[in-house]
C-alpha cells in the first residue's frame, strides 16, 4: 500500500501541531533533523518498513500516537 509514510508523517504532524502554524513548521524541522523530510515523500512514495518504523520512533518520542 504506496503512501503510508506519507500519511504516517501528515498524522504525526497534525497532531502534534494541532493547527498552530509555528508548531507546524518547528516539528516538520525536528523530522528533517532526524533524517525523515516530510516533503521527500508522496502518496506514491513506496512503503520502507525501516523508514515506518522510524517514524514511529520519532512519533513516540514527541508522545504522539500514530
Do not use: C, F, H, W
Request: charged letters at 30%.
Amino acid at each position: 500500500m504506496a503512501g503510508q509514510i506519507k500519511r504516517m508523517l501528515d498524522e504525526l504532524i497534525k497532531q502534534r501541531s494541532k493547527g498552530n502554524e509555528r508548531l507546524m513548521s518547528t516539528t516538520k524541522t525536528k523530522l528533517i533533523l532526524k533524517g525523515l523530510n516530510p516533503d521527500r515523500y508522496d502518496a506514491a512514495s513506496a512503503d520502507d518498513p525501516a523508514v515506518i518504523a522510524k517514524i514511529r520512533a520519532v512519533a513516540a518520542e514527541l508522545g504522539v500516537g500514530i
